[in-house]
Each structure stands twice: as structure tokens, then as C-alpha cells.
């Protein structure tokens, strides 16, 4: 299971950190990714990050957002900072995991939790 937290309500320019704890049924993470999705929006990524460190982000977030992960911990994260209005949104977190040694990799998914920014 995933379990995100860390969504709230907060004024423009604040901040807010997102966690994304995996259970124990996951045996490697290789890719861990946050997505939103806005009230009669497609849901979009935002941000990813790889096994090797390596990160992407969505432009409109770039400069704002971090997405980091702590292996030992089997947790993602996601800083977001100098939150915008247009940010308003349920953000989901994703990972693609073995469950087993000899498994293949897939995606899983966490519920979402709401972020919502006042102007």
C-alpha cells in the first residue's frame, strides 16, 4: 500500500511537504512520481524521480517543487514551495515496484490528498 499525506489548506507563497510511505509488500522501488489532478482538469505528472536520482518535473512547477526519496525509509517526497492558486489540486503519488525478487515491475498507486492554495 502507499499512504500520502501532507495536503492541506495554505495561503499563496506558502509551502507544504507530501509524503508517499510504502508498505512492506514492496520489495525494490525503482520509480516514485506525483501527479494532480484539478477539478475538471486532466490529471497531469508533476514530478518524477528514478531509482538513479535523476528527477523531471512539469515547467509550471519547476523552480517550486522538489520530489526526493528516502530508499531506507521506502518514502517519497514532494517540497513544494511558493504554492500558487493553480496549484489547487489532489495530488497522487505513483510507484513503479517489484513485489517480489523475481516479479516484474509495476505501477502502483496512493489515494490522494487534497492541496488547496488561497489567494
Known amino acids: 500500500q502507499l499512504q500520502a499525506s501532507g495536503g492541506g489548506l495554505v495561503q499563496a507563497g506558502g509551502s507544504l511537504r507530501l509524503s508517499c510511505a510504502a508498505s512492506g509488500r514492496f520489495f525494490r522501488i525503482k520509480d516514485v512520481a506525483w501527479y494532480r489532478q484539478a477539478p475538471g482538469k486532466q490529471r497531469e505528472l508533476v514530478a518524477s524521480i528514478r531509482s538513479d536520482g535523476s528527477t523531471d518535473y512539469v515547467d509550471a512547477v519547476k523552480g517550486r517543487f522538489t520530489i526526493s526519496r528516502d530508499n531506507a525509509k521506502n518514502t517519497g517526497y514532494l517540497q513544494m514551495n511558493s504554492l500558487k492558486p493553480e496549484d489547487t489540486a489532489v495530488y497522487s503519488c505513483?510507484?513503479?515496484?517489484?513485489?517480489?525478487?523475481?516479479?516484474?515491475?509495476?505501477?502502483?498507486w496512493g489515494q490522494g490528498t487534497q492541496v488547496t492554495v488561497s489567494s
Open positions: 505513483n510507484v513503479v515496484a517489484k513485489i517480489s525478487r523475481l516479479s516484474n515491475d509495476y505501477p502502483y
